[in-house]
């Protein structure tokens, strides 16, 4: 991806943010919604945002790999922590409109939690496999 579509892609997610977060602000100011429905918004736009990047971060992995296999080692580490932090932040988004505010407060830095180890984890597999195929 060009730099000017990463600039631009940034820009649409933080304007959708920011707009959210306008429009709550204003209808909170208007007595429309309390301040536990704020937060709750808040964190689901933040949610679907951040799972919206996420998504997309496979897809915008670049560099020039020194081979084929590191090329596929990258892809597949990319593909999978992509989905294991998309997945974290849909559950984030979930908890965050569904469940009491005490369990979304700790259940969304739990998910999050679990798709970094997720990720950080496949991608330690991934590479000790590559290194013991390399050696042998």
Not at 11 to 36: D, N, P, R, Y
Not at 82 to 110: C, D, I, K, N, Y
């Amino acid at each position: 991806m060009s730099a000017r579509k990463e600039i631009l892609f940034g820009l649409k997610l933080a304007a959708a943010m920011i707009a959210g977060a306008l429009l709550l602000t204003v209808a909170h100011k208007q007595g429309w919604v309390g301040a536990e429905l704020v937060t709750r918004g808040n964190n689901i736009i933040i949610g679907l945002a951040l799972a919206v990047f996420c998504n997309a971060l496979p897809k915008r992995m670049q560099g020039s790999p020194r081979s084929v296999q590191h090329a596929t080692l990258a892809q597949a580490i990319g593909r999978v922590g992509g989905w294991a932090m998309t997945l974290a932040f849909l559950v984030w988004t979930a908890l965050w409109a569904f469940a009491p505010q005490e369990l979304a407060r700790t259940g969304s830095m739990v998910a999050v939690g679990a798709g970094v180890a997720v990720m950080l984890g496949y991608a330690a597999w991934k590479c000790v496999i590559h290194d013991a195929r390399r050696s042998s």
